[in-house]
């Protein structure tokens, strides 16, 4: 429903993602994250996203197969 317009508006009317490239989505695991992830991978994009916990992180990964992740609570983390 609403979370797809708005994915839609951001991903496709603003910022015309296409084929092949990558696009980061904060907080994968909230509504606008998982259609934005939804979204990007049905336009063949790739997807990278934050999460805050390595519970959201197996949900994404088994759900969407998303596998590169950011911590959106930890710089550290990013160099994994």
Not at 11 to 35: F, M, N, P, R, Y
Not at 56 to 61: A, Y
């Amino acid at each position: 429903p609403i979370v797809f317009a708005t994915s839609y508006a951001a991903l496709v009317d603003k910022a015309k993602l296409s084929a092949g490239e990558t696009v980061l989505i904060h907080s994968g695991a909230g509504g606008i994250g998982q259609s934005s992830i939804q979204l990007a991978k049905h336009f063949g994009a790739e997807v990278i996203t934050t999460v805050s916990s390595e519970d959201k992180r197996k949900f994404l990964t088994k759900k969407y197969g998303v596998t590169k992740f950011g911590d959106s609570r930890d710089n550290a983390a990013w160099s994994k």
